[in-house]
């Protein structure tokens, strides 16, 4: 890093590479590889804590903490299907600087609600640590929730440690068939605010491509499919099943998916299986869109009539996944002029090179708020060397 700083070269920092697609396409003739700090340094499952190196790979990660029957609740998204990257390649630290969660986002929170600590090396070329082992350690300014999400470009993160939570005992997924968007987001809307415990909530339109995904491939897989997933302890998960089923009877007849096909089906919604790349709909450009989840439905059902695209909901309707036809933009004006009415923002997550160069892959920000980031990205790194350009188009 003092070499780089001291020439003024820009670096682009990499683990396994597995999200490098992701953002606008960097100039930069170095690379910065981490791929060789991949070791757990300290794993106590009674204290519920994991300290790791920033690439660790996250297979052998979740293998490990799943042998002591215990996750990562914020359910970490693997992009390979998304990306074409290989399966299961992906580090721990680029999960967290990318800050992506899955479907349990709604109930546990993201990656930078588990993150208690971590060493990173900064822009000044300094190491320095924030945060600590335990959640009483986190004193003074919480960087951990900065350096989350913040794509590389505010420290090298070295090593970091997170929570780790028990596994649920039992896992049932409730589904409604057929409904249309405004009432699925009803449906969802109920159930999340009902006292049921409800840990995730989606509902996938009907598609003629989704009978490609495994998880759906049984049944009437073209159907529209709103699901509701509760967990927990054994003997309580039947029980609330039961009583939200009822509440929901309204909305027409409840089907129930048990434990490993229910674990199946969200990995597909996390993991936006139905977008693969090697799918149908591998070479359309994909959005990942979050508004307020009152108005995501019907934002949702606007954008696929106008632009002919595919798209499925998360997070009660918070998050839309898009698969849109391909174009110059990838509808990306006409998608954030729609969203400025409702408050949301969008990040492009896959398109073509020539795209990205041409499109802001990341929201663009008002101007205080993008002051002030540039303001925070010079307090780390003054020079810009770290992955500079990624997450701001010159």
């Not at 009877?249 to 790349?277: C, H, K, L, P, T």
């Not at 954008?303 to 909901?313: H, P, Q, V």
């Not at 004006?333 to 020539?354: E, Y």
């Amino acid at each position: 890093m003092r070499d780089a700083i001291a020439a003024e070269q820009p670096l682009e920092i990499i683990g396994h590479g597995t999200k490098r697609a992701i953002g606008q396409p960097m100039a930069t003739n170095a690379l910065l590889d981490l791929s060789t700090l991949n070791a757990v340094t300290l794993y106590e499952p009674n204290e519920l804590v994991i300290t790791l190196q920033a690439n660790a790979p996250m297979a052998d990660v979740l293998s490990l903490i799943d042998s002591k029957n215990q996750q990562f609740a914020f359910e970490p998204m693997d992009t390979s299907l998304l990306l074409g990257t290989p399966r299961g390649a992906g580090t721990i630290g680029g999960t967290v600087s990318a800050g992506l969660a899955g479907p349990r986002r709604i109930k546990a929170g993201g990656a930078r609600d588990h993150l208690l600590g971590f060493h990173g090396v900064s822009g000044f070329g300094d190491s320095f640590k924030a945060g600590g082992r335990v959640v009483k350690n986190v004193t003074g300014y919480d960087l951990s929730k900065l350096i989350a999400g913040s794509w590389g470009t505010l420290s090298v993160i070295t090593e970091m440690t997170l929570k780790v939570m028990p596994k649920p005992e039992r896992e049932q997924t409730l589904v409604l068939s057929g409904l249309d968007n405004v009432s699925a987001g009803r449906a969802m809307t109920a159930s999340l605010g009902s006292s049921f415990d409800v840990s995730a909530a989606a509902h996938l339109p009907a598609s003629k491509h989704r009978g490609s995904v495994k998880a759906f491939s049984k049944g009437e897989s073209d159907k529209a499919l709103t699901l509701i997933r509760l967990e927990g302890i054994g003997a309580s998960v039947p029980a609330r099943a039961k009583s939200l089923s009822d509440q929901l009877s309204s909305y027409g007849r409840v089907e129930v998916i048990e434990d490993m096909n229910s674990a199946e089906v969200w990995a597909a919604i996390r993991d936006a299986a139905q977008f693969a790349s090697s799918g149908p709909l591998g070479s359309w450009p994909v959005w990942r869109i979050v508004c307020p989840p009152a108005s995501g439905c019907a934002f949702g059902q606007a954008l696929a009539r106008e632009t002919g695209g595919e798209l499925f909901y998360d997070w009660g309707g918070g998050l839309i996944w898009a698969a849109l036809p391909p174009s110059p933009d990838a509808h990306g004006k006409m998608l954030r002029d729609r969203l400025k009415a409702i408050g949301g923002h969008a990040t492009l997550i896959r398109a073509t090179d020539q795209v990205r160069n041409t499109v802001d892959v990341f929201h663009p920000q008002q101007a205080s708020v993008a002051a002030l980031g540039r303001r925070v990205k010079a307090s780390f790194d003054p020079k810009n060397i770290l992955n500079r350009g990624r997450m701001v188009r010159a």
